[in-house]
Structures are given as structure tokens and as C-alpha cells.
T-cell receptor, first 113, second 113 residues
């Protein structure tokens, strides 16, 4: 039972490069989320998808795009990476009901030089 | 803006003692409350959730909620060195098309043998 799987686990980019972070869940969850975690800042929501076919901005969406490819997969794209986007990125999923928790993937550690 | 406040710590307790972690939140519409544990370099993992006023116990962990005071806490009894981690408080409320979690910045707990 894999839960939430994120790829890659580590990545180093140069400023201006683009890349897509992948996330897949096998729990048949409706909702999926992308967070970034920076020292002293806690977890901040970038984008979320309440259900297949919908996406919404979170607290810090600038510089990112997302795609909910199907119910299982939710990708995060950096079109032109900036050093300020150096962070640890977590994907999470949940059934979508208020009293049901989110389950997190192992994270992607992204460095932008 | 919805805020979730936690004492950043570090909170240091001796092995076998009770560790008390506190969290306050600003949004009176918040409906569910979650405690996550995060070991260094790892992803957050759910410990407990609570949505009714009062106490909820699960093994050595007790979550306490007081909606009137906008306060939620986590007690860890018989603390063990393996409990040393950062504890994240998360508060759920509806926003946009789904419920979203707002995370505190976390409290670092150190249990000394």
C-alpha cells in the first residue's frame, strides 16, 4: 500500500529552468493538495484540487501551475524556476470530507541555483 | 487571514514526563483540528484529530479542544525519546470549493533520556 507517492525525491535546477513534480495516490481520495515547507514558515498551501477536474489557488500560488490529470494524479509545474522556490514540496490527499485527515507523501527536496 | 499559532519551542522534557503542546487559532469558523508529528527530514504523519469540545484520548496522546477560547492542545504522557519531533497543529475550515488546512509553524519537542 503505497499511499501518496511523489517523484522525484531530490532535484537541483538552474534559475529559469522548468520542471514538473509528480504526485500519485492509490487511496481513491477525491482531494489532493500541494504544499511547500520552508524553515520558520511552516507548511503553506500552493494549490489544491477538491475533485477530479477542479483546481484552486492556495496561499502561495504565484510561479506555479497544477494539473489534475485524473483522480490519482496531481502534478505541480514550475515554468521558470527562481531561487525563492527552493523548498521542500509535499503532496497530500484526503477523501475531502471535513473530519477526514490529509495524508502526505515523502516530499521533494528542490534546490534552485 | 486565518492564523494558527504555536510556541516554536524547543520544548524539552525528561523521559517519562508529560509534554504539553499548545495551539491557538483565529478563525471561529474552524471545525476540525489535527495534530501531526514530523521527524527531521520526513513528512508529516497524523497523530490525532478532534472536532468536539473536550478531550479525546488515544494511547499516550490526549487532544483537548476549547472552541470558545479558540485553543487546542496535545498532551503526551510518559514521553519517550522517540517522541522527539516537531508537532504541527492544523485547523480545517471550508474555503473555496473544499475544506483547507491551515498549519501552525510547529513546536519542536525534545525528550531527554
Amino acid at each position: 500500500n503505497a499511499g501518496v507517492t511523489q517523484t522525484p525525491k531530490f532535484q537541483v535546477l538552474k534559475t529559469g529552468q522548468s520542471m514538473t513534480l509528480q504526485c500519485a495516490q492509490d487511496m481513491n481520495h477525491n482531494s489532493m493538495y500541494w504544499y511547500r515547507q520552508d524553515p520558520g514558515m511552516g507548511l503553506r498551501l500552493i494549490y489544491y484540487s477538491a475533485s477530479e477536474g477542479t483546481t484552486d489557488k492556495g496561499e502561495v500560488p504565484n510561479g506555479y501551475n497544477v494539473s489534475r490529470l485524473n483522480k490519482r494524479e496531481f502534478s505541480l509545474r514550475l515554468e521558470s524556476a527562481a531561487p525563492s522556490q527552493t523548498s521542500v514540496y509535499f503532496c497530500a490527499s484526503s477523501p475531502g470530507q471535513l473530519n477526514q485527515p490529509q495524508h502526505f507523501g515523502d516530499g521533494t527536496r528542490l534546490s534552485i541555483l | 487571514q486565518k492564523e494558527v499559532e504555536q510556541n516554536s519551542g524547543p520544548l524539552s522534557v525528561p523521559e517519562g514526563a508529560i509534554a504539553s503542546l499548545n495551539c491557538t487559532y483565529s478563525d471561529r469558523g474552524s471545525q476540525s483540528f489535527f495534530w501531526y508529528r514530523q521527524y527531521s527530514g520526513k513528512s508529516p504523519e497524523l497523530i490525532m484529530f478532534i472536532y468536539s469540545n473536550g478531550d479525546k484520548e488515544d494511547g499516550r496522546f490526549t487532544a483537548q479542544l476549547n472552541k470558545a477560547s479558540q485553543y487546542v492542545s496535545l498532551l503526551i504522557r510518559d514521553s519517550q525519546p522517540s517522541d522527539s519531533a516537531t508537532y504541527l497543529c492544523a485547523v480545517a475550515a471550508f474555503g473555496g470549493s473544499n475544506y483547507k488546512l491551515t498549519f501552525g509553524k510547529g513546536t519542536l519537542l525534545t525528550v531527554n533520556p
